[in-house]
C-alpha cells in the first residue's frame, strides 16, 4: 500500500524549510515579500492559507469549498510541473491563464517574484530538486512539450497575421 499522497500543505512547508536550510537570505526574501499577509493558494483543487508569523510559516489547510479571498493564486499540477521542467515561464503561464492571481498590483507582484525564487531554487538546491523530483513523480505531466510547441506555433500564426495586417495597411516602414 502506498503512502497518502503529499497535501499543498505540506509541499509548501518542506520547500520552505528546505529553502530555510540551504539559503536562509533567500528565505528571507521569501518571507519580506509576503509580509504579514494572509494569503491563500489553490492547487488543483487543494486549497490553504499561507502566513509568516512571529514563530515562521504556518500553513493551514482550507476546506475544498473554501471561498478564496484576495490576496490568492490559483494553478494546477500540470503547471507546476511544467515550470519546474523549464518548459514554461511564470508569465508565460498567467498569460494563457495557468496560473489566475488575484489581490492588488503589490501582492501580485510579490506572489510573482516568490514564485520566481521558489522555481529557481528548485533548479539549483539539492533538497528542493529532490523535491521536485518527488513532486513530478507524483504528476501527471502528459505531453507538456508538446503543449509548449503548440502554443508557440499558435504565437507564431498570431505574429504572421499581425505582419500581415500591418502590411497591408501601410503600417510598416520600408518593408
Same mark, same amino acid.
Given at each position: 500500500m502506498s503512502p497518502e499522497p503529499r497535501h499543498l500543505r505540506d509541499w509548501i512547508a518542506a520547500l520552505f524549510a528546505g529553502l530555510e536550510r540551504a539559503e536562509p537570505h533567500s528565505a528571507l526574501g521569501v518571507q519580506n515579500l509576503a509580509g504579514s499577509e494572509v494569503s491563500r493558494i489553490m492547487l488543483d483543487n487543494e486549497r490553504v492559507t499561507v502566513l509568516f508569523g512571529?514563530?515562521? &510559516?504556518?500553513?493551514? /489547510?482550507?476546506?475544498?469549498?473554501? =471561498?478564496?479571498?484576495?490576496?490568492?493564486?490559483?494553478?494546477?499540477r500540470k503547471t507546476v510541473g511544467a515550470l519546474l521542467l523549464?518548459?514554461?515561464e511564470i508569465s508565460e503561464a498567467i498569460a494563457h491563464n495557468h496560473i489566475r492571481l488575484r489581490g492588488t498590483a503589490d501582492q501580485v507582484m510579490a506572489i510573482c517574484a516568490i514564485i520566481?525564487?521558489?522555481v529557481d531554487a528548485s533548479t539549483r538546491i539539492p533538497a528542493?530538486?529532490?523535491?521536485?523530483?518527488d513532486f513530478l513523480a507524483s504528476t501527471e &505531466?502528459?505531453?507538456? /512539450?508538446?503543449?509548449?510547441?503548440? =502554443?508557440h506555433r499558435q504565437s507564431d500564426v498570431l505574429r504572421l497575421k499581425e505582419l500581415a495586417l500591418l502590411q497591408r495597411e501601410g503600417l510598416l516602414n520600408g518593408t
Open positions: 512571529q514563530k515562521g &510559516l504556518r500553513v493551514t /489547510r482550507l476546506k475544498t469549498g473554501a =471561498r478564496l479571498t484576495p490576496p490568492y493564486g490559483v494553478t494546477d523549464g518548459h514554461m520566481e525564487v521558489l528542493l530538486q529532490e523535491l521536485a523530483g &505531466l502528459t505531453d507538456l /512539450r508538446a503543449e509548449q510547441a503548440q =502554443r
